[in-house]
């Protein structure tokens, strides 16, 4: 197999845009995917299974949580191995990992199948989506494991300096979903016409599919990080390294939490004055989620470059990786904000009818919130930096900080004041008071010494003070 380029040597700004840029496409590729099979579920099958999905996706959202936390917890322990290059510790990571990864994905799936009517009623589920809720969530946590092992095995090899052959598979997932999609629900010659739950099937095959064809091409390239029948051994459990796992993982993992938790606080506030600012809400939230794609991309590829180098000892260009990384979501994030003040309304009138108004609803909060995802995205990059070193407590704190205690806190003290403006300008207040405290945290906090790995051979973080992302 080709050797990957380390992430330790050459350029910075090169090997960012290179490493992020697969990251990115893969996060767009995701959004399409659910889009397209929104339109299915949404235009095809009515408003009861539209609703069945999405109260399904509540569900595995707050799975993924879980997921997530531990997956980049892997890719940071991996990436500071491959740093140090230790192959052997990076394996032993791998073993465990994917023997704990497979027990909490089958653990989660066979829980959720047997509760998913109580999951349902406990999210008051309306009667006429219930039975379609029941049958789409039954399937899908049944591709939880081949959802979470894809994740996983991604996630390990971006930890080891790849990010272009997760892409591919994931693409190869995606492309799947969207063709199967159809088939499934409406049924094509010998294939019976199965509704929604076609489309969990769908979903099923597609990351299984993906899975066993990524761990196929990755024995037959020989990659260095794949366990053999003589290394066996690696897959039993080491509980340190599972409590690193969890006691990194979970604070990653709860991050997602806050975002989302927040978010429906401040959706709740928005229903208070109807449908015609719900409506403009909603519409905002889908260019936003485009604008944010950049920065969720390259603070998942400083996560690793920052890892490598602080594995290697290389603080100097842990350094030169945020600043990298802060200009990158700058140019990005600014170019997409640009475009769409630019074309605000022709933008929105994608999700809006181009006259009354709700458009003109979303084009004044887009005036008003647009602009501050760049502060926001800084924060973002930034706190991917340091949690390359273990430090993950200290962004889920600042976070809850800057959404619940600065963002929701404000928006409901201001409301009957400000009515829905408290809103608006609370996405801006929100961002500042994150990208103020990630600054500060970056420049003088005690995150170059905290550690990540179990192994004893492997030194906490230290490096001398004074770096500044700017």
Request: include cysteine.
């Amino acid at each position: 197999m080709r050797a990957q380029p380390s992430l330790t040597e050459g350029s910075i700004p090169r090997a960012l845009a290179v490493f992020s840029l697969p990251i990115l496409l893969g996060n767009v590729l995701q959004s399409i995917n659910g889009s397209v099979n929104s339109v299915w579920v949404g235009k095809w099958l009515g408003a009861a299974a539209f609703a069945a999905v999405g109260n399904s996706n509540v569900v595995m959202f707050l799975l993924f949580g879980v997921i997530f936390g531990l997956s980049m917890a892997t890719t940071i322990m991996v990436a500071q191995s491959v740093g140090r290059k230790d192959t052997a510790e990076a394996k032993r990571v791998v073993g465990t990992s994917a023997t704990f990864f497979l027990g909490i994905s089958l653990g989660m799936a066979l829980a959720g199948a047997a509760a998913t009517h109580a999951l349902l009623g406990a999210l008051s589920t309306p009667p006429d989506a219930l039975a379609p809720a029941l049958a789409y969530m039954r399937i899908i946590f049944l591709a939880l494991p081949f959802m979470g092992g894809l994740f996983f095995v991604m996630a390990v090899l971006r930890g080891a300096g790849d990010s272009r052959t997760p892409f591919r598979y994931l693409a190869l997932s995606v492309g799947l979903d969207i063709v199967l999609n159809p088939l499934f629900i409406f049924g094509l010659g010998p294939l019976p016409r199965l509704g929604i739950a076609g489309s969990a099937l769908a979903t099923l095959i597609a990351q299984a599919i993906s899975l066993c064809a990524l761990l196929l091409h990755l024995y037959r390239a020989h990659h260095p990080l794949c366990i053999h029948r003589r290394e066996l051994g690696l897959l039993a459990v080491d509980w340190s390294l599972v409590r690193v796992l969890l006691v990194k993982g979970v604070p990653m993992g709860l991050q997602l939490f806050v975002v989302s938790s927040s978010m429906l606080a401040l959706t709740k506030l928005v229903n208070r004055f109807g449908s015609e600012e719900m409506a403009a809400f909603n519409a905002a939230l889908q260019l936003w989620n485009y604008v944010q794609m950049p920065a969720l991309a390259i603070a998942a590829a400083v996560s690793s470059m920052a890892a490598q180098n602080v594995g290697a000892g290389r603080w100097d260009r842990v350094a030169r990786v945020a600043r990298t990384g802060v200009l990158y979501n700058v140019m990005s994030g600014g170019a997409l904000i640009g475009l769409i003040y630019a074309a605000n309304r022709a933008a929105l009138a994608l999700f809006l009818p181009s006259h009354g108004a709700a458009i003109d609803i979303a084009v004044h909060l887009n005036v008003i919130v647009l602009w501050s995802f760049i502060l926001f995205g800084i924060s973002i990059v930034l706190f991917g930096v340091v949690r390359a070193t273990g430090a993950v407590v200290a962004p889920l704190v600042m976070l809850m900080i800057a959404l619940w205690g600065a963002r929701v806190t404000f928006a409901y003290l201001m409301v009957d004041r400000w009515h829905a403006d408290a809103i608006w300008w609370s996405f801006p207040l929100g961002s500042l008071v994150s990208v103020t405290l990630a600054a500060a945290y970056y420049r003088f906090g005690d995150w170059r010494h905290a550690r990540m790995s179990a192994h004893p051979s492997a030194p906490a973080a230290a490096a001398a003070v004074g770096d500044s992302p700017g």
